[in-house]
């Protein structure tokens, strides 16, 4: 199968948990628009779906992602960098206030709009050679899919300013010391141990976990609502075409900005 054949997200079943994998392994499942949009479908599907109590999420080959696909970033106007964030927010939106309780389970590296998707699960498991970092700052854009909701609140604000200004790699150990990830375990066995944790989440009163969860998303609305006009107007900065020129030519960015 070619890749433009393969789907981009993969879904199976495993008794009472679904497995939700991020499948563009030639572009380190990197976010592309395709695979926002099955994300979403995804997640609608299931939540409609009694018989799933818990899910995974997870990337293929390895990674879990690489961020945000750079190729896919062009937009006509600001109008239409605004319609991309409002069907990025779907996805989002989705992920926290679904019923189901989400675990992120992670191989590899876990950068950018991946780090998005890590915080926008209410758990996570990590090998122990995972890499994570969020250099949002590196081409001209700010933190988005819901990021600067959630990560402060995993971190706390004061790492979570370190982290996203500097954009610095943080290793596993180091991410699981501040509270990024949950739990550690041997590299090729976050899925198995997240489908573990999965497992006992199942087994718990639903209507609790639902519920729980709506409370902690409380803010999330208003936080991508202000996230929606930043980022849709950064789109349209020169520093952000350089930042993304740089990534492409393999090159340190010359920031201006403007």
């Given amino acids: 199968m070619s890749a433009s054949d393969r789907p981009p997200l993969l879904v199976e079943r495993d008794g009472p948990i679904a497995i939700l994998t991020m499948n563009l392994p030639e572009r380190r499942n990197a976010l592309s628009v395709l695979m926002r949009a099955a994300f979403a479908d995804a997640l609608e ?4 779906d ?3 109590r818990a899910a ?9 992602s690489s961020g945000g696909d750079l190729t896919g970033m062009e937009v006509d106007g600001l109008d239409a960098a605004r319609e991309r964030m409002r069907r990025t927010h779907r996805m989002v939106r989705l992920m926290v206030h679904s019923r189901l309780p989400l675990i992120a389970a992670v191989e590899g590296w876990c950068v950018g709009a991946g780090l998005s998707i890590l915080c926008a699960c209410d758990h996570a498991v990590a090998a122990g050679d995972a890499l994570f ?24 604000f004061g790492r ?17 010391e ?13 899925l198995a141990e997240a489908k573990r944790r999965a497992l006992a989440l199942a087994e718990l009163a639903p209507l609790s976990l639902a519920l729980t969860k709506a409370a902690l998303a409380e803010g999330l609305d208003q936080a991508l609502a202000q996230e929606r006009e930043l980022q849709a107007a950064l789109f349209m900065t ?21």
């Fill in 45 to 48: 599907e299931l939540e409609g």
């Fill in 133 to 156: 970092r969020a250099p949002f700052a590196r081409v001209g854009l700010i933190p988005d899919l819901g990021l600067l909701h959630t990560l402060p609140r995993r971190v706390g």
């Fill in 238 to 258: 020169a520093d952000h075409a350089e930042g993304k020129r740089a990534f492409l030519e393999k090159r340190a960015p010359v920031f201006r900005g403007n």
């Fill in 160 to 176: 979570a300013r370190e982290m996203l200004l500097f954009g610095e790699t943080l290793d596993a150990r180091r991410a699981h």
């Fill in 56 to 64: 995974v999420v997870t990337g293929a080959a390895g990674v879990f």
């Fill in 178 to 190: 501040i509270g990024l990830v949950d739990r550690l375990c041997a590299p090729g066995e976050a």
């Fill in 50 to 52: 009694r018989t799933v």
